[in-house]
């Protein structure tokens, strides 16, 4: 079928929105009608150079929801009309780590990047040139493995819960999942964007007795006390360290790294009580080390990683629903801004402004 797409072609240059061909859904595959496609900054890594793995010329997007239009034959997990979430990463079902509850390390799918499990691709241009893929949520139909998909209820518009798949599940994840927050804790967080607001939530629903927002972005920290941020600290003001030592009466016991920054990671650490954990969620950039003093991690410190907050999408995104529905968990707020796919380069602009919480791109408008 014809259908149009956000294509990534080189670093620093603009993204292109096309038409595209998209072929049928093979075995345990799913077509997908994108409704609604957040514009999560781990995409845009590839287009600014933050990190390498930028395949090309490939179908952006990997933060959605939408509506099952088709299935491949053996597909059981959705059928036609399904509203479904995406699901960053693959979940086997039966590999050591599917099996032990951690589907987000899941490594039972072996594929070459950018194609499908059988080697090929379902997107090429017009003209029949190969376009590289992985959930392509940037486009307004996708083909995508139905263990990337999460069926949801259809109460509300399916678009409310586009960026559960990425931005809320990474970071409410990394706080409740991967550090495991406790009541009563103090946490603090660097970088709020989409994931650094979602840590916050999350630090919220952990009931943390202070959450601290920094960022560099008067906007962003604006943000941040809407989902529930106790202090703020502008790190252009003031030495975060300091700050979140002298607030947290020695240091804080969990601190969350959310922009993929090696000074910031330090930070964090540095921001630490005796005990306390600093988790990394931001995307590193390629190669990147940092050194920490060893007798630091003699008084029962911890530097700890989180990847795709330790999610169990088929559990998580239940609960996060059930959340919002009570209004526990912020979503609304977290979509600040929608655009047609055809303004993704300024929905980056958005991003990059600080102005935005999350855009949300419209593929169907
Ligand atoms: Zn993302
Ligand atoms: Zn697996």
């Not at 009580?273 to 931001?282: N, Y």
């Not at 300024?346 to 402004?353: P, S």
């Amino acid at each position: 079928m014809r259908t149009k797409s956000a294509i990534f072609y080189k670093a620093k240059q603009p993204i292109s929105v096309e038409e595209t061909e998209l072929a049928d859904p093979r075995e345990l595959e799913v077509l997908v009608r994108v409704e609604a496609a957040g514009a999560c900054h781990s995409d845009y890594h590839a287009v600014d150079g933050h990190s390498t793995g930028g395949i090309s010329p490939m179908v952006m997007g990997h933060e959605g929801a939408g509506i099952v239009e088709a299935v491949g034959p053996g597909v059981s997990a959705v059928k036609p009309g399904d509203p479904v979430v995406f699901a960053i990463r693959p979940m086997c079902g039966v590999c050591k780590y599917c099996s032990t509850s951690r589907p987000n390390l899941c490594n039972g799918i072996k594929k070459e990047p950018g194609l499908m499990i059988d080697g090929t691709s379902r997107f090429s241009k017009p003209d029949g040139s190969i376009l590289y893929h992985g959930l392509a949520t940037f486009s307004a139909h996708t083909v995508t493995p139905e263990w990337n998909l999460v069926k949801v209820g259809n109460d509300v518009p399916i678009e409310r819960f586009a960026s559960l798949g990425c931005a809320v599940v990474t970071g409410v994840g990394a706080v409740i999942n991967t550090a495991q927050v406790k009541p009563g804790s103090t946490v603090a967080i660097w970088g709020c964007g989409g994931v650094g607001l979602n840590a916050v939530q999350g630090a919220v629903i952990a009931g943390a007795s202070r959450v601290i927002a920094i960022d560099l972005a008067e906007s962003k920290l604006e943000f941040a006390r809407v989902f529930g941020a106790t202090d703020t600290i502008n790190a252009s003001d003031f030495d975060p360290v300091e700050a979140v030592i002298d607030m947290t009466d020695g240091g804080a016991d969990y601190t969350f790294e959310v922009i993929g920054s090696p000074s910031a990671l330090r930070q964090a650490f540095d921001s630490l009580c005796a005990g306390g954990t600093a988790c990394m969620v931001g995307v590193p950039p390629s190669n990147a080390e940092i050194s920490i003093p060893m007798e630091s991690l003699f008084s029962d410190r911890r530097l700890i990683g989180s990847s795709a907050g330790t999610g169990r999408p088929r559990v998580d995104f239940p609960w996060y629903i059930d959340m919002y529905m009570q209004g526990r968990l912020k979503l609304e707020q977290l979509q600040s801004n929608f655009r047609p796919l055809e303004e993704i380069n300024e929905a980056y602009e958005d991003m990059l402004g600080g102005e935005v919480a999350r855009t949300i791109l419209m593929p169907q408008r």
